[in-house]
């Protein structure tokens, strides 16, 4: 037996239905003959172990479909197959010594390893050129000893970092998962498995999969599935790691600024509840290592105002957005899902990239192959996210980042309603014609098609009704329309070359066809011939009328600047104030008044506090209260207040300044935003604000911001 024995036999067990030779070999890419020797391999071993053997039906293919106690049984047989059974590839080998040496607590002899997968001293030895390399690359190294062997040297974290890099290099996450609770996965090495599996001997995952499911609850945050797996494998080697006596080590310094956060506090019950259910004592620095993995887990539902860099991530989304909306010349800026998807993706990427916890991308092969244009546009928009964080963007991340401009490209094309226009062409007849439309259209929705023609009809058919694309079996001369040859079955490479082209190229269409030209032609021609008091109320009201998604922000000018919203209306100096709620409501009090916001706004923002916690004190001595738009904001706002006395929140902050924020949408504030915190990142100016006697000179400062971009 070998893996592909093992591979095939799972395959056909999990199908439960005849399955073609040629199936069985297009999808582990050899060929019909290869695949026929090895099922003769699997009967040999079948009836070896006294099991019904595979059922063979002519010109239809194989089935097996054994009982449920056969089935216990091959699982058996299959994970207790050792190195004599199976002859391991040099890369099976590699896979074999580093699973040794991770699950070694001490060092591990070249004789041991050698006689573990029964090869020669020397074999092991020059594997072990290739995997003290690959320690290197994880910042670890081989120590070696005369007499007692080699083991890993380097730190625990980067030890934990390098054994869940190896699990991602041969298993996906979610595999991972279930190797903990299944016999064997299907599509892994049989040996690899019974190796991968000893690094969590004796540990069942069910407590640490309740423990994360507690903390969720706690954070009111749901982690993706790949994170919530990944989460399962990181503190099930942790704990394995502990009870070998290897502990994180973490600075006071990188502690402490863990403390503060919920996260710490939750991480701390869940160590509470481990210790009890796998009867160990968890350090404190680990605390602060699971607190790290929570901040960094990959979520599907997260409260982006709960943290306090909410402004940056605001800032970064809108600046993300921008650079690759130039590029596509595309209005993304109105789209609302991509915007509240990306803001809640970057929050936990951020602290992932800025703490050196990598996530493996299980689709990122896909994205590359599928979307090569969006992946290559968003790799090159990255510089905002870059520099923030200090350092470069991996592939795996901006994989992640591309999944959300692929679903805004389809989605805006729907909002357009503009499709390709396209024509099928067949040679082998009006049957399949029919099929090749009918998979078509079941695969992409925005591809419509106009008919099918032969190829000697195209250009008539272009001249009347404008193609996009031609999608055919043969290939069509004599045209510069562009076309995809594909099977008349559409099988999945045909489909791909599909999805290439529709991520490369955009539909064609005309002025009539687009409804949000015609919406900015018609505001240059009010704008033109009268005076618009308020260009964006009117762009939404002629947005609805007309029945045409709004832009968010048709021209720069829409977007107000700082020394717009903070003005002698909105700015007072040396307030009194007993606490941070009476604060609040005194900076509110200007937005109600002067027409901004509706009164329970003011109400909203205090509820946010008490709610989430004093997330609003955003730099040292300064508070940036804010609510939901749909709270009662009535156009973009601010106000400003400094304090005569600080008062406190919940974080003992000293807090001098109260800036009141309404956000109408997600994007008009922002160019005032942004200028607002390189205004309070200026020692300087922020000292002078503090010290401000007149509103007058708070207005000076804020004029001063004008050149901020």
């Avoid at 029964?118 to 670890?140: A, E, K």
Wanted: aromatic content about 6%.
């Amino acid at each position: 037996m070998n893996e592909r024995c093992a591979q095939l036999i799972n395959m056909l067990m999990s199908r439960g239905i005849t399955v073609k030779v040629s199936d069985l070999a297009g999808a582990l890419k050899l060929s019909s003959r290869t695949i026929r020797y090895d099922l003769d391999k699997i009967d040999d071993f079948l009836k070896k172990n006294q099991l019904p053997q595979l059922t063979r039906k002519p010109h239809s293919g194989i089935k097996y479909t054994p009982s449920t106690c056969q089935r216990q049984k091959i699982h058996s047989l299959l994970e207790g197959l050792n190195s004599y059974d199976y002859i391991l590839t040099p890369q099976e080998r590699k896979r074999n010594i580093l699973a040794e040496l991770f699950k070694a607590k001490d060092y591990i002899t070249i004789e041991d390893m050698a006689t573990h997968i029964s090869v020669s001293r020397g074999t092991v030895l020059n594997d072990l050129r290739d995997i003290r390399q690959w320690f290197l690359n994880q910042g670890l190294r081989l120590e070696s000893l005369p007499h007692f062997g080699i083991k890993i040297r380097g730190s625990e974290k980067d030890v934990r970092r390098a054994a869940v890099s190896f699990l991602s290099e041969n298993i996906d996450t979610e595999n991972a998962l279930h190797l903990l609770k299944d016999p064997i996965p299907r599509k892994i090495n049989i040996v690899t498995v019974r190796q991968i599996k000893k690094l969590f001997e004796d540990i069942d995952s069910l407590p640490i999969e309740e423990t994360i499911a507690f903390a969720e609850k706690q954070l009111k945050i749901t982690f993706s599935d790949n994170a919530f797996s990944s989460l399962v494998i990181h503190l099930a080697l942790a704990i394995k790691r502990i009870q070998s006596g290897k502990i994180i080590a973490m600075s006071e310094d990188e502690l402490s600024k863990l403390r503060p956060s919920k996260e710490f506090e939750v991480a701390t019950l869940m160590v509470a509840e481990l210790e009890k259910r796998y009867n160990i004592e968890i350090p404190k620095d680990e605390i602060g290592y699971i607190t790290m993995h929570l901040l960094g887990g990959k979520v599907t539902a997260l409260d982006t105002f709960a943290n306090k860099n909410w402004a940056d991530f605001q800032i970064l989304t809108d600046k993300l957005i921008k650079n690759v909306q130039k590029e596509f010349k595309m209005d993304f800026l109105a789209d609302e899902e991509l915007y509240s998807g990306l803001i809640k993706h970057l929050e936990p990427t951020i602290y992932r990239l800025k703490h050196d916890l990598p996530l493996k991308n299980p689709i990122l092969q896909e994205i590359k192959e599928n979307y090569p244009v969006i992946f290559k546009v968003v790799k090159n928009s990255l510089k905002p996210l870059e520099d923030y964080i200090g350092s470069k963007i991996p592939d795996e991340e901006t994989g992640f980042i591309a999944v959300h401009f692929g679903a805004a490209i389809e989605r805006n094309n729907r909002v357009l309603n503009s499709k390709y226009k396209s024509v099928v062409v067949c040679g082998t007849g009006v049957g399949t014609a029919k099929l090749l439309c009918d998979r078509i259209k079941s695969k992409f929705a925005n591809i419509e098609i106009l008919g099918t023609v032969a190829a000697r009809q195209i250009e008539e058919f272009y001249n009347e009704k404008g193609l996009d694309l031609i999608i055919s079996t043969v290939p069509v001369e004599g045209t510069n329309i562009p076309q995809i040859v594909v099977t008349p079955l559409l099988l999945e490479d045909d489909v791909a070359k599909i999805y290439k082209f529709l991520s490369a190229n955009l539909p064609k269409r005309s002025e009539a066809d687009n409804p949000l030209p015609v919406l900015d032609g018609l505001l240059d021609i009010i704008e033109k011939n009268c005076m618009i008091r308020d260009r964006n109320m009117l762009t939404k009201d002629l947005s609805k009328f007309l029945k045409v998604k709004m832009r968010t922000c048709l021209k720069e000018d829409t977007q107000p600047v700082l020394r717009d919203l903070l003005t002698e209306k909105t700015i007072k100096v040396n307030v009194g104030a007993k606490d941070w709620e009476e604060a609040i409501r005194i900076g509110g009090a200007m937005l109600v008044e002067n027409g901004f916001v509706e009164k329970r706004y003011v109400d909203a923002m205090i509820k946010s506090v008490k709610e989430l916690g004093p997330y609003i004190v955003i730099a040292s001595g300064v508070a940036m209260p804010h609510a939901r738009p749909e709270d009662g904001v009535k156009e973009a706002c601010m106000s400003m207040i400094t304090l005569k006395e600080p008062v406190v929140f919940d974080n003992d902050e000293p807090v001098r300044l109260i800036v009141g924020l309404g956000a109408a949408d997600h994007h008009t504030h922002l160019k005032a935003l942004s200028q607002l915190m390189k205004l309070l990142a200026d020692n300087t100016s922020l000292n002078r604000l503090f010290k401000a006697t007149t509103i007058e000179e708070a207005v000076h400062i804020v004029k001063n911001c004008s050149n901020l971009e």
